[in-house]
C-alpha cells in the first residue's frame, strides 16, 4: 500500500525514478530491514516499471527470503554497484530524466555516483518530506508494534529502580537494564543508548551514563526504549534516591503537571505549537522557564525521532493516528535535573501513551 502511494506520487509528480537510500525508508516501503555499513543499499521506484531492491551480494538470499516480494539484485564487492544499478534500470524503463531522492540522507560522494552513470538526469526533487508525511499517520499493526515496545519499556525502568543501590555507577544500572531486557525478553536492540544520569548529571539532558556513582538523596533519571519488530519506544522517568529535598520535589512536581496537563490537551484539533505552549506556560510560570531547553516533543515510529517536532512555531494541526513524544524538562545546573517522558497515539478522544510506569514521585529506599 505505502509503496502505491510512492508510486502514485511519481506520477503526480511527472518523476521517473525514486532512488531510496535510508534503511528505514525501505524497511518501511519494503518490510525487509538491514544495516549495510559502508555498501550500497537501495530501493529503485518507478513510475511505470516494477521496482527492485539493490543489495550486497551477501544480503541477496536474505531479502528474496523477506516480506519483499519484488527483485532483489545484488553486487560483489568488487564490481561496480552504480553501473550495475544502471544497468538495471535501463533494461526496465527508458524514462530516467527526473529523479527523486532522500537529500536528509544520500551522501554526497553517492550523488556524484549516480550523476555520472546518468549525466543527463535532474536530481533536484527532494523526497525526505513526503516519506515523513506519508510515515506521520500510523497503522493499527504499526501501533500495536509501538504499544509493545512501550511495555519493554516499562519492563527496563522496573530493572532500573531495583538496581540503583549506593556506590554503583550509571553505567552499572545502564548495562544491568540492556542485560535483563536481553536475558528475559530477548531484545538485541534499544532504540538508542540507554541513559541513566544521577544527581546534577541529570541537568545535562543527553550527557549519557557516566562512571559516577549512585548516592543517597539526589533524583537518578532514566532515559530509554527497545526496538520491536522495527519499531521503537522512549520514554523517561526520574526517581528519588533516599529522601529528596524540597527544591527537588518542588521541580519535580512542576514537570509532573506539565507533562500531565500536555497529555490531556493531545487531542485531534490543537496544533504542535499549542501543545508544547501547554506544558510550556506551567513551567514559565512557576518560575522554571529558563531550564526547559527543548521541544516537548517528537515523532515516533520505526525511528526513535521522527517527524514531527511538537515546538513553538509548528503550526501542524495534531490528527489521529499521530505519534509522538511529550517530554517537558527542566534541567538545573548543578542542582538536579528532571524529566518525565511517555510517547503515545493521538485517538478520537485524546491521547494514549504507549508506557504505564507510574508517575508520582517514586522515593526508593537507600539500599547499601
Same mark, same amino acid.
Given at each position: 500500500m505505502n509503496l502505491k502511494k510512492l508510486q502514485a506520487y511519481l506520477q503526480k509528480s511527472n518523476l521517473d525514478v525514486a532512488y531510496l537510500s535510508n534503511p528505514i525508508s525501505i524497511a518501511y516501503f519494503t518490510g525487509y530491514e538491514m544495516e549495510p555499513h559502508e555498501r550500497i543499499f537501495a530501493l529503485l521506484v518507478f513510475k511505470d516499471a516494477d521496482p527492485f531492491l539493490f543489495t550486497p551480494a551477501l544480503n541477496v538470499e536474505e531479502a528474496k527470503a523477506s516480506a519483499w516480494e519484488g527483485?532483489?539484485?545484488?553486487?560483489?564487492? %568488487?564490481? %561496480?554497484?552504480?553501473?550495475?544499478?544502471?544497468?538495471?534500470?535501463?533494461?526496465?524503463?527508458?524514462?530516467?530524466?527526473?529523479?527523486?531522492?532522500?537529500?536528509? +540522507?544520500?551522501?554526497? $560522494?553517492?550523488?556524484?555516483?549516480?550523476?555520472?552513470?546518468?549525466?543527463?538526469?535532474? +536530481?533536484?526533487? %527532494?523526497? $525526505?518530506? +513526503?516519506? $515523513?508525511?506519508?510515515?506521520? +499517520?500510523k497503522t493499527s499493526k504499526e501501533i500495536e508494534a509501538l504499544k509493545k515496545a512501550g511495555e519493554e519499556a516499562d519492563f527496563a525502568f522496573q530493572i532500573g529502580f531495583n538496581a540503583i543501590k549506593s556506590g554503583v555507577t550509571e553505567r552499572y544500572i545502564a548495562g544491568e537494564i540492556e542485560n535483563q531486557l536481553k536475558l528475559q525478553k530477548g531484545v538485541m536492540h534499544t532504540s538508542f543508548e540507554t541513559i541513566v544520569q544521577a544527581g546534577i548529571n541529570a541537568a545535562n539532558p543527553h550527557l549519557g551514563p557516566t562512571m559516577t556513582k549512585i548516592k543517597p538523596n539526589e533524583l537518578v533519571l532514566f532515559d530509554l526504549g527497545t526496538m520491536h519488530d522495527g519499531y521503537a519506544s522512549d520514554s523517561s522517568r526520574t526517581v528519588a534516591y533516599g529522601e529528596p529535598t524540597s527544591k527537588q520535589r518542588e521541580i519535580y512536581e512542576i514537570d509532573r503537571e506539565a507533562q500531565q496537563a500536555a497529555i490531556e490537551a493531545a487531542k485531534p484539533g490543537i496544533t504542535a505549537s499549542e501543545l508544547d505552549h501547554v506544558a510550556r506556560k506551567i513551567i514559565v510560570d512557576a518560575g522554571y522557564g529558563d531550564y526547559f531547553i527543548h521541544r516537548l516533543g517528537h515523532g515516533i515510529g520505526k525511528d526513535v525521532h521522527e517527524f514531527p517536532s511538537i515546538m513553538a512555531g509548528n503550526d501542524l494541526v495534531i490528527q489521529e493516528g499521530m505519534c509522538f513524544s511529550i517530554e517537558p524538562g527542566i534541567y538545573i545546573p548543578n542542582v538536579a535535573g528532571v524529566r518525565i517522558e511517555d510517547c503515545g497515539v493521538v485517538t478520537g478522544d485524546g491521547f494514549q501513551p504507549f508506557t504505564h510506569t507510574d508517575k508520582t514521585l517514586n522515593v526508593l529506599p537507600i539500599r547499601d
Open positions: 527483485d532483489v539484485y545484488g553486487y560483489l564487492d %568488487d564490481e %561496480d554497484p552504480w553501473q550495475l544499478i544502471a544497468d538495471h534500470i535501463n533494461k526496465r524503463t527508458k524514462e530516467t530524466d527526473h529523479w527523486a531522492i532522500e537529500k536528509d +540522507f544520500l551522501q554526497v $560522494s553517492r550523488y556524484e555516483a549516480l550523476h555520472e552513470v546518468f549525466p543527463g538526469s535532474n +536530481f533536484t526533487t %527532494d523526497l $525526505s518530506q +513526503f516519506i $515523513s508525511h506519508l510515515r506521520l +499517520f
